[in-house]
């Protein structure tokens, strides 16, 4: 049974400094994905990592993938208060139809 | 067009009543899911239709009805639900299947009193 631990689950963070949000999934999946969700919206996907070493980076994040490890990186380059949110990852297979998700981790960047 | 619609937006149903949750997307894609999600957890997968077919329960009790009309819409009946039941639910879709990107709507926050 695929399973997807993310860590920390909370993290409260200062403006201006970097952090790194970790993803753990237990088999071997297609992809990947990062999403974000504010509180009371949906969910907006913000990656999509499709093989070993793949990299990708939107403004201040930045997103990894280790097939080897089975671990995705979330990384926060100087945090401003905009990116407060929770972060979902997720694996998705096409063995199972299925994407599973982390527990989500919430990020609070204080000013 | 990235966009999946659902309505209505919020809901407030007591448990005899009947009443239907509505997704609709015109990407082009052929998968479509509902999701619950309970309040600082994840989205926990209830059903998938790929092609207008149902291709995965994920065990729903009976109360909670999917209809997929056609390839553009996504119903979810309910009916005779319970105050546990009360969470955020969640349409997707993506162009094929699950291991690819899913779209997510805005969601309807349903409330069983």
């Known amino acids: 049974e695929l399973k997807v631990e993310q860590n920390p689950l909370f993290l409260s963070m200062q403006e201006g400094k970097n952090y790194t949000i970790y993803c753990n999934y237990s088999t071997t999946s297609d992809r990947l994905y990062w999403y974000r969700q504010d509180p009371g919206k949906s969910l907006e996907s913000l990656f999509v990592?499709?093989?070993?070493?793949a990299v990708k980076q939107e403004g201040r994040l930045m997103a990894s993938l280790d097939t080897k490890a089975r671990l995705s990186t979330l990384h926060i380059t100087a945090a401003v208060h905009d990116l407060s949110a929770t972060y979902f990852c997720a694996v998705g297979s096409s063995n199972t139809g299925k994407l599973i998700f982390g527990q989500g981790t919430t990020l609070q960047v204080k000013p | 067009d990235t966009e999946v619609t659902q309505t209505p937006k919020h809901l407030v149903m007591g448990m005899t009543n009947k009443k239907s949750l509505k997704c609709e997307q015109h990407m082009g894609h052929r998968a479509m899911y509902w999701y619950k999600q309970k309040a600082k957890k994840p989205p926990e997968l209830m059903f998938v239709y790929s092609y207008e077919k149902l291709s995965i329960n994920e065990s729903v009790p009976s109360r909670f009805s999917p209809e997929c009309p056609n390839s553009s819409l996504l119903n979810l009946h309910l009916h005779a639900l319970q105050p546990e039941d009360s969470a955020l639910y969640l349409c997707a879709s993506s162009h094929q299947g699950a291991s690819e990107t899913q779209y997510f709507g805005p969601g309807t926050r349903l409330l069983v009193l």
């Open positions: 990592l499709l093989s070993n070493g």
